[in-house]
């Protein structure tokens, strides 16, 4: 039903609010599947197109360059009285915590797949986020009328990779070229979209797949009785599921995360457009059908309803730099919110006023007086606010879990070619870790340059640029490094530390035992990730009171900083305190804090340390004559294969391969290949490293 943006007042009811994001792997499809909902609700009035650099979304000049969604968009629109809130995620995994971000703050999702590709890389990271974030998803197979396209082999892969239920709710009319329509199982009706034509004609299921239909609408139906209760007792009572009960259970199964709603259609034809914006309506939540949001206030858990009667608590999950002013996004929990108000932020402590609310249409906004409980809006007038704040009313402060942050794994230095700009660039540098916080900005201490780290080469690559073309800032980039980590090989026992210090005043003294071994084998310590670290105490008797066994442990934590074999943190290890003794008057909190820092140091450095580099799972898309080629190349950056298909006439391989030697991979695949080779690679942990391959 196509509804124009004005006709969203009469969606302001909670239960007719649809929060979602638009989740894929770069290239499935997912900035033309935003651009045909936006023209089927009546938002535009003409299609965009990525390669025209036309879309809505991909609004920045670096998106419409690159032909690839780089920041998290937000969107407004109507579909059959239903105000959706739509976000349009990127697909790269470098710009993986632009999705992290809007995840936190999302209801539902729709996961679109290539219907010839099926499940790729980052289509299975960003539905593992998901999974975190317990967002309930529907699939919309895309690209249905390409060369190679298969509903069956892509529903196939989502069985076998990301392993919910797929309950597949259309059958395609046609195939590849031929595609014009699906046949509604639910419903048993025909949905045909003519060539020009903006809707899509119902009918009868044509005759020649009516028995293929009755088949699949079975299969369904089973499969659904298999995991809903209600549709098992009718099905046992008839052997059937009517339309009305596969409704209410299939949209059960989605909020539960037990199945999910398979789609089919080709976005770039606007084929099955308005059945995805029904299934959306149907089957994902309201903000009403969410747990309540839960948070800290005064160090006590606290429930906040999603009603905008209740006290106000909204987290900021993105800030952005606009000519008009500083923006920042909000995910409205509970409460309402006015223009003008006051608002306390709890992360900075202080109180602040909200100068404008708007409702976002990518770059454009329309001004609105207030926001109520479900609602996703943008906000002007916050100086303190950052991605992750929690802004709650003054008088019923609240702390909302913020969004995880990824570290950093790739780095290089930057400075500015003229010497009278350094203090531009380090302002610049500052409101760039200010909008993304997965870019960091430090200062070596050896070298004295600022170091810019980030998620990849072109997430480095985008943000330097951002500040080349914002700013008009002449900027020198290094060579890109990557971040490294230490672990412990093979560890100690007994490790004897003494910390006395005496200065004419009260001395200081703190004597500690340490023993220290690996968490996890070194293989798999990239499992444990940079907080792979676990202390605790044996010490009996009390030769070591319990206050300062806290105070060894921080030290122990700051030790963890810088390790031997190169300066890089340390990860995955347990360090257990055994012993110890006091002095009456010189022992306090530092002392002993000083004695873990400074013990824990000594003891790493009679370990066996290895060094851990980060190592991606790459998928390399070749033509066959080039595998041979691609295969020698891997094995040449230290690649380990672990698979290869054909697939649609072309090979797919698999490596994994370390960071640090896919630096300059894209030009290297596209001169062997002659240009037909492409590569997608995703961050898989960390791995023991040669020391002969670290180059810094």
Known sequence: MRTNITDLTNANTLAAVRNLGILAHVDAGKTTVTERILYATGTTHKRGEVHDGTTVTDFDSQERDRGITIFAAAVSCAWDGHRINLIDTPGHVDFADEVERSLRVL????????????VEPQSESVWRQADRHGVPRIAFVNKLDRAGADLDTAVASIRERLHPAPLVVQLPIGAEDGFRGVVDLVRMRALVWADGAETAAEGPVPEELLDEAHRRRRLLAETVAELHAGALEEFCARSAVSAETLVVALRELTRSGEGVVVLCG????????????????????????????RGLRDGVDEERPA????????????VSATPTGRLTYLRVYSGTIEKGGVVFDAVARRTERIGRILR?????HAHVDHAVAGDIVAVVGLKSARPGSTLCAPDAPLVLEPPSVADPVVSVAVEARRSTDTDRLASALARLAEEDPSLVVRTDAETGQTVLSGMGELHLEVAVEKIRRDLGLDVNVGRPRVSYRETVGRGVSGFVFRHVK?????????????????????ATAAEQGVNGFEF??????????????????????????????????????????????THVKDSSDTAFRTAGRLGLRDALRACAMVLLEPVVEVTVTVPEDAVGSVLGDLAARRGR??????????????ATVPLAELFGYATRLRSRTQGRGTFTARPTGYAPAPVAAVSQ
Do not use: I, M, W
């Open 107 to 118: 209801d539902g999702a729709v996961a679109v797949f290539d219907a010839v590709a099926g």
């Open 360 to 364: 976002v249409q990518a770059d454009r």
């Open 502 to 522: 005496q200065d004419g005043g009260a001395g200081q003294f703190a004597h500690v035992v340490l023993d220290v071994e690996p968490l996890t084998a070194p």
């Open 536 to 581: 605790r105490s044996t010490v009996v008797g009390g030769r070591v009171p319990q206050e300062y066994v806290r105070a060894v442990e921080a030290g122990c934590r700051d030790a963890l900083a810088e390790g031997p074999l190169g300066g890089h943190p340390v990860t995955g290890l347990r360090v257990t305190l055994t012993d110890g003794s």
């Open 266 to 293: 080709s976005a770039y034809r606007n084929r099955g457009v308005e059945p995805l914006l029904d299934a959306v309506v149907a089957y994902l939540p309201s903000p009403l059908d969410v747990p309540a949001v």
């Open 641 to 654: 294969v672990s698979g290869s298909v054909t697939r649609a006439g072309a090979a797919v391989v698999t």
């Open 307 to 318: 009603d905008p009667s209740a006290p106000f608590a909204a987290l900021a999950f993105k």
